[in-house]
């Protein structure tokens, strides 16, 4: 038992050192993550805003006026001009100067004092549906509440039902606090499967895998050894993100912090069960990294519910994803990071995880003790 | 010609002759362009809503069949009470909650107002503020048609009444009038998937060369460093526009993708475009020492480029430096040709200055490819 | 087998060769006649390979020159590989390809016609007696055949000067001998051949050698005289006293 054990920690320093004697790639590895962070923290996002629109109002009035002002109030939107017709309108879509044009019809005032129907057109660029939807919500909104305040502010003070909003969990809707969860089971997932990968079939491919094998180490031992110096990795990387996230864009961390590393922890074993399957299915570095990186990115980025809500799928995608392990790890990150939740709401996430985790780790193992014997 | 031919001739056996990298290249991107295209909504379908109905009136009642009713919305609970409704937020049982409170019907009739409270899981923020305007904009019809049907109800109330028919809003999209984000998407992803595979392909190529110790035969034998980079790039760029190809055909004839403009002006683009995207991977090959770290710079790149592409979030949102950043991503660029070509029938006058931009980057990238691939170290 | 009259092969002047503070190679000078087999004998680290890769332009020299083939190594270098074969001590050919496949490529790559590549190829396919498996994957043929087969590739274009870096590395004592064979047929058509090597059984069978310690050319000559000239037996001998002097004070 003490040599087996003596044997595992030197295995563990071994691959360690070769982890960190090559520099570039460690300050690669270190740094890539913190430019990530920064970088997406504040480049992506889902909502819309700057939305270049024109306003076609033939016969501009004190209504029509107060519509305006409130288009230009909304940081939303970016008000381009108010032309007469729509005379022009489609060259600016076409060019894609143009992403949206209210047109509303004559003599707006007087309909509102006469009671009349007033009928407006909201023309979109629909050739992103997503932001074409949401633009269209927007716009829309501006208008109810215009015209409901400008309907009764000529007849009287009522305003029907007054809605309160409150946005739980995220009252500024920033994007970050979507993004930066996502970010951490991104880049972990992608660092320690493809190391992983990489790692195992280097050795094999190299056929240095033989003579850790005359060792008096079993398989399993092997890949412990081997994959231990990639699970701490990937843990540094974890911290390294969410230090970032939370110095820059202040996401929360509301649950137990305890917690959220123990689960990113088990997340990284997630991660690394897959490289080492993947390592089994892998010939050469080259198929490993196809795999991995080919496979695996935008399945990751796609799947997860990191960017498009997976409530929104058809259904065999949304009953696909459940073995996609980042969707789980996501919905625990979020949940303890922007809900504070604890393990009493996030038990069966939790336990999915560790179930996919398992079978990976199970299959992994048993193929790659199969090919090594 | 000989030399490049027989240099293309030997990239193809090698990689026909290992099955897994041909399936790699040919067939997975076309397995996840069929399936990931499927994912790309932000359409929130019915966000769950409870209900907290404090009131039991029949306005309140009404508001409710509304809200049920709506493209929006579906009411999964109605309760008396606040209890155990904030585990359900948390649970993700339910999106929203809204709370009707007491003496709502009377507060209204009376006074011709009345509050409710909306609490929205922002977590997502972009589609909780989508579901906020569109629960405003049904209260504010709701209660119009209310203050219609009650007409013995107060002066304010009926104030409301004479303000006429509701606000008739239409909205049209153009470009795509189904609003069918599978015809925005496809092109996206599939620009997306033959990038990921010949950046890594190319990429991977010549240091795999330099490890296994063939590359140093190759740099003995008299051939040029052009022709060598030309006999690398030329059967993974064959190889990529076989993908794309494919993936286009799926695109049309699954996805029903429209193709408004020209498409040899797409297969034009396309083309060009391939020689800058395998060109960065060669360059980085050429660079790096292992295939461990091309893996590193290949992922950095990538992402760098797909997320910055706005093929899945809308890059006018982005603050301008990250748009600026941006413009170096050549999948921006092309996802911009391929969109504007197809989608909206642009043809060679709207899409000219940014084909030229990638016929400039793509010699620009192969001459850094050949200064930087010397054979001689030094 | 050497002729005094011979025009030079190899021609170095004084080449040298810095990484950073260490000197891989100190100001060697040497020349090797036509027809010759030139060993170079050492230990490993004592500048062998460094001194081979500047004479066939993988690595710039930091002073001195070289010419191979009578062109400069630095000014002429496309015409230089164009005159000389290498094989490398690490195997070089694809071995995803098969025999007949890696001799198209490397033989095309020379700009031999495919009839002459046809023919030489299977000349030399034949001599090293590896006919029957050359339609196979040369990552299943035996160590000793595949060196054999990179040397066979590496005279497809009738080279002046041949460079071998440490050829029988990791083989079996007869195909060691095997390999020999092969070695003087090369010599005995004209060409050059360059040597590396640590095996002090074949240092006896070049026709001159020099012995590199730590960068340096510490004695040159055939066998014959650099035995005589330190009084020893045997190679083995030179070399032990070269490398560690203490012994013979």
Known sequence: MGRRWAALRGLVVKESRHVLRDRQTLVILLLMPLVQVLLYGYAIRTDVSGIRTVIVDPTPDIATRSLLARFEASDRYDVREVVPTDFAIERGFASGALRQAIVLPTDVERRLGRGEPISVLIVTDGSDPNAGSAMRSYAEAILRRWYSEASTNTLGGARGIRVESRMRYNPTLESANLFVPGLIALVVTIVSAMMTAIAITRETEMGTMEMLLVSPLRPSAIVLGKVLPYAALGLLNVFIVLSAAAAVFHVPVRGSLALLLAECLLYVFTTLAIGIVISTAARTQRTAMLMALGGLLLPTIMLSGFIFPIASMPTPLRVFSNIVPARWFLVIVRGIMLKGAGLGTLWQETLVLLGLTTALLAVGIRRLSVRLD | ?378 | MRTPNAPVAIDARELTRRFGTFTAVNAITFSVQRGEVFGFLGANGAGKTTAMRMLIGLLAPTSGSATVAGLDVERDSEGVRRRIGYMSQRFSLYDDLTVQENIRLFGGLYGLDDHTIRERGDALIERIGLHHARRNLVRRLPLGWRQQLAFSVALLHEPQVLFLDEPTGGVDPITRRQFWELIYDTANTGTTVLVTTHYLDEAEYCDRLTIMVDGAIAAAGSPGAVKSEFGASSLDEVFLRLTRPQVTA
């Open chain 2, 1 to 378: 010609m000989r030399i490049i031919r027989l240099l293309v001739w030997k990239e193809f056996l090698q990689v026909f002759r290992d099955p897994a990298t041909a399936f790699q290249i040919l067939v997975i991107p076309i397995f996840q362009l069929l399936i990931l295209s499927n994912a790309a909504t932000f359409d929130v379908p019915r966000a769950a809503m409870l209900v907290v109905d404090e009131d039991h009136s029949s306005v309140s009642a009404q508001l409710i069949q509304r809200l049920d009713g709506s493209e929006r919305f579906r009411v999964v609970d109605v309760r008396p009470n606040e209890t155990g409704v904030e585990a359900a937020l948390l649970d993700r049982d339910a999106r929203v909650i809204l709370r009707i409170p007491h003496d709502f019907e009377r507060d209204l009739v009376r006074t011709g107002s009345a509050p409710v409270l909306l609490s929205l899981d922002a977590e997502d923020g972009a589609s909780a503020g989508i579901l906020q305007a569109a629960a405003t904009a049904i209260m504010v019809d709701v209660s119009r048609d209310l203050a219609a049907a009650h007409p013995g109800s107060s002066r304010e109330m009926q104030g409301t009444v004479r303000a006429g028919p509701p606000l008739d809003v239409r909205s049209s999209n153009w470009f795509n009038p189904s609003a069918n984000y599978k015809h925005f998407m496809v092109p996206g992803l599939l620009v997306s998937l033959t990038t990921i595979i010949g950046l890594l392909v190319t990429s991977q190529n010549i240091v795999r060369e330099k490890e296994l110790g063939t590359l140093e035969q190759l740099n003995v034998s008299p051939i040029s460093r052009g022709q060598f980079l030309v006999g690398k790039l030329l059967p993974f760029w064959l190889l990529a526009m076989t993908t794309f190809t494919i993936g286009m055909t799926v695109g049309v004839f699954v996805f029903g993708i429209p193709t408004v403009g020209s498409v040899p002006l797409v297969f034009l683009s396309a083309g060009v475009y391939l020689i800058v995207a395998l060109g960065i991977g060669l360059l980085i090959s050429t660079i790096a020492r292992t295939q461990q770290q091309v893996m590193f710079v290949a992922f950095f790149l990538l992402l760098l480029y797909l997320l910055l592409s706005g093929i899945f979030t809308p890059l006018e949102s982005a603050p301008r430096w990250a748009q600026w950043i941006a413009q170096a991503s050549p999948v921006k660029h092309f996802v911009f040709i391929m969109r504007t070509v197809l989608v909206r029938g642009g043809g060679l006058a709207d899409i000219g200055p940014t084909l030229l931009g990638l016929a400039v980057a793509g010699v620009g990238v192969m001459l850094l490819a050949v200064r930087q691939h010397s054979r001689r170290a030094d």
